[in-house]
Nanobody, 121 residues
């Protein structure tokens, strides 16, 4: 069974940091790209970052503040979020993709349940 489980969300003040984790199981981790997406209330799902076959990609809104990395021995991808802003508040999802959809959520095959990130002002 393919499974993605996010963790690490929480409440943080503006300027603070969080590290999200995405633990994957049930598929060959190295054959998939892993993306992070977020969705705020009343807004569309937004691509935040992805790790696609050795390359990293970021939305303009998070460049220089967020960093994606992986530990293949643990089948886990991380999203370190620094200098958080209230507009970063959202549910964050990780997803797995076979074909390299980068930050386009429509191409992703498997999704986690999400983890809430709330940044207070």
């Amino acid at each position: 069974e393919v499974q993605l489980v996010e963790s690490g969300g929480g409440l943080v003040q503006t300027g603070g940091s969080l590290r999200l984790s995405c633990s994957a199981s049930g598929f060959s981790f190295e054959h998939y790209a892993i993306g992070w997406f977020r969705q705020a209330p009343g807004k569309d799902r937004e691509g935040v970052s992805c790790l696609s076959f050795g390359s990293t990609y970021y939305a303009d809104s998070v460049k220089g503040r967020f960093a994606i990395s992986s530990d293949n021995t643990k089948n886990t991808v991380y999203l370190k979020m620094n200098k958080l802003k209230p507009e970063d508040t959202a549910v964050y999802y990780c997803a797995a993709d076979l074909i390299g959809s980068l930050l386009d959520s429509r191409g992703y095959d498997y999704w986690g349940q999400g983890t809430q990130v709330t940044v207070s002002s």
